[in-house]
């Protein structure tokens, strides 16, 4: 087994282990609207920060603009094309407890999240928390809204709990098969999967995380919590 799989390994045990808490807390104890959204927007901030401080700068290192362009067209397709059927399965399912578009959508979501956090491992060892770190705060907002959306679609606590932390899963999936397929990869092919999963994590923030966010009403303290998070992470990452 390769340092790399092993670090990955390593990593992922976090956002892992933050899809198995948001689940179980979200199943037993319904988060307030306010305390969701802070989550959110602190997530958002975080999120915006790794891509700001650590990804979009180690692409634009590369330099190589056609593989990097290739690789965000690819991950924006492909968001829009499975939030698209998210919302088709969704209209077409309505009445039943769990949502198959939603938990297609996150379970992919989740998937590419690992591919990240295995990339990580390849792109150096501050890269590779900083990822870990934002992609942690993200998966356990995902983890608290699959949670609360089965809930309320009337699934049982135990299933609540279930779906969302089996789901988690998958990053472990994503982390650990990322880092071995991608262990001899050139930098081309690198700089092309780190661009999709920009793609996919600008995607997440703006039309995941600062959409739900705003459903609730914003107050300076819920704003404020998204320059936070982008803050902590930046300095952190310094």
Do not use: C, W
């Not at 634009?60 to 919302?87: D, E």
């Not at 295995?118 to 890269?127: A, Y």
């Not at 739900?212 to 310094?238: C, K, M, N, Q, R």
Request: aromatic share 6%; no cysteine; glycine share 12%.
């Amino acid at each position: 087994m390769s340092v790399a799989v092993v670090h990955a390994a390593v990593l992922v045990a976090f956002p892992v282990a933050a899809a198995v808490a948001g689940s179980v807390t979200a199943a037993f104890v319904t988060p307030g609207p306010k305390f969701t959204s802070g989550i959110q927007h602190f997530a958002a901030g975080v999120v915006f920060a790794a891509l700001a401080g650590e990804v979009l700068p180690d692409l634009r290192s590369k330099g190589n603009i056609p593989v990097v362009v290739t690789g965000f067209a690819a991950g924006v397709a492909l968001l829009l094309a499975l939030g698209a059927y998210s919302r088709r399965v969704e209209a077409r399912a309505q009445a039943s407890a769990v949502p198959v578009g939603l938990v297609t959508a996150v379970g992919l979501d989740l998937l590419i999240d690992g591919l990240l956090v295995g990339l990580g491992s390849r792109l150096g060892s501050n890269q590779g928390v900083v990822l870990t770190i934002a992609l942690t705060l993200e998966i356990l907002f995902l983890a608290l809204s699959v949670s609360t959306r089965l809930a309320a679609g009337g699934a049982s606590r135990f299933t609540a709990a279930l779906v969302p932390s089996l789901l988690g899963l998958g990053t472990a999936i994503g982390a650990i098969g990322g880092a071995a397929l991608l262990g001899g990869a050139s930098q081309q092919v690198l700089a092309g999967v780190l661009a999709f999963g920009a793609a996919a994590l600008l995607y997440l923030v703006t039309e995941e995380l600062l959409v739900e966010a705003h459903e609730t009403t914003d107050s300076p303290l819920l704003t404020g919590l998204f320059f936070l998070g982008f803050i902590a992470l930046y300095a952190l990452a310094s």
